[in-house]
Every structure is written in C-alpha cells, then in structure tokens.
C-alpha cells in the first residue's frame, strides 16, 4: 500500500530525475537472478542528493509517527536500507539497529547488529521491495529476538504479485512511498517514456520471470 497518491508521484518523479530508477525497455538489465528487466532501481543513490534524502527521511518519519504509534526502536535491512533507516531512526529521536540477511559467522554471530531487546515495538524500514523474501526474513529474525514488529515502511515497490501475497501470509503491514504503478504514470506524465513503452514495461510486470524485450 503506497502512503498517498502525491507522495507516490513525487517519490516517482525524485527517484527518475537522479537516475535512482532507471527505464530502459529497448535495452533491458539483466537481474541477478537472470531475470531480464526493463527497469533498474538502486535507492542508495538516495543518500547523495541531501534535499531528497531529507524529502525521504521526513516522510518515512511522519508516516511511521502517525500510522503506527508508539515505536521503540527502527531497524534497517542490510545493506540497501541501513543508510535511509538511520536517517529516520534520527528524524524520530530514536534507537536503530540493522539486519544482516543471515547471522555472523564469527565473534558474537549476530544477525540483528544493535541493542534492542524484547517486547519492543519495532518498524522496518527497507528500500526496495520485490518478491519480499530477503524483507521478510529481517522480520523473521526480529520475530525470533521476541520484539513486536508493528510494520514495514520501503521507499518502492515492483508491485509484484508475489510480494503481496509473501506480506499477506507473513502478516506484516507494508506501506511503500511509492510503487510501479505510480511510476510509469509519472513518467508517461513527464516523457520520460511513451505509451508504447509503458505497454512494454506493463507486460514485464505481470510476469518478470517470462517476460523478453519486445
């Protein structure tokens, strides 16, 4: 679920103009995954356009303070999300910590790198949302450190039906800045692509993992 409709073509129209979100549909990406993909999302770039970041950090930070109410402590999934999620966690006055996809190998063979302790309200903060597989699994280990994840806040979405479903039967509440949709809407908006382009980036969409550049 995005946060509002202008804030999910703001967040479209920031991410596109600093190259954060890249769509090239007659020259596709290719995932790591193998898949080939007409778009390419880093929102660590992000962090390099302070008036962005602070855009960000402060919606990120007002949405949590008024959906979810009270929160101890904010957690960042690593790598891609530890950056934005210390930005909130400072807009909001409160503790951070951060997840590793998996625990340590050595010393104290930690997954979740902080202080954070049972029965603490806990909001997930990530920056990209695909199948949520490696979102969720940050929130199985705060689940098994016993402390109460309250939801998750992204910056984007792919608005894949895989993801819902992954959220749905985890039982977390995902709330995004912005997502697929919205994108290409902002972006046949603002020329950044035509309306044969939009069909084409529609097409992947609904079926990534089949989809060939047309």
Same mark, same amino acid.
């Given at each position: ?10 967040? &479209? ?5 600093? +190259? ?37 950090? #402060?919606?990120?930070?007002? +949405? ?16 891609? &999300? ?23 190998? +050595? ?5 979740? #790198?902080?202080?954070? #302790? ?47 479903? =992954? ?7 995902? +709330? ?35 989809? =060939? &550049?047309?």
């Amino acid at each position: 679920m995005i946060f509002d409709k202008d804030t999910a073509k703001k967040t &479209a129209e920031v991410l596109l103009q600093i +190259h954060a979100i890249k769509l090239q549909p007659n020259d596709p990406f290719t995932w790591a995954s193998g898949w080939k993909s007409p778009i390419y999302c880093d929102n660590r770039i992000v962090l390099s356009f302070p008036q962005i970041r602070t855009y960000i950090r #402060e919606t990120m930070g007002k +949405h949590i303070a008024n959906h979810y109410g009270k929160v101890d402590v904010i957690a960042g999934v690593a790598t891609g &999300a530890i950056g934005i999620g210390i930005l909130v966690a400072e807009y909001l006055g409160l503790p951070f910590v951060y997840v590793r996809p998996e625990p340590k190998s +050595h010393g104290r063979q930690n997954q979740i #790198e902080g202080f954070v #302790e049972a029965g603490q309200n806990v909001v997930v903060v990530e920056d990209l949302i695909s199948t949520g597989k490696s979102s969720l699994n940050a929130v199985k280990a705060l689940k098994e450190a016993k402390v109460n994840v309250k939801g998750m806040v992204a910056i984007f979405s792919y608005g894949f039906e895989i993801a819902e479903q =992954n959220f749905g039967n985890a039982n977390v509440d995902l +709330h995004t800045l912005s997502n697929y949709e919205n994108l290409l809407e902002q972006a046949v908006d603002t020329n950044y692509i035509t309306a044969k382009e939009q069909e084409v980036l529609t097409r992947w969409n609904a079926n990534p993992s089949e989809w =060939n &550049a047309i």
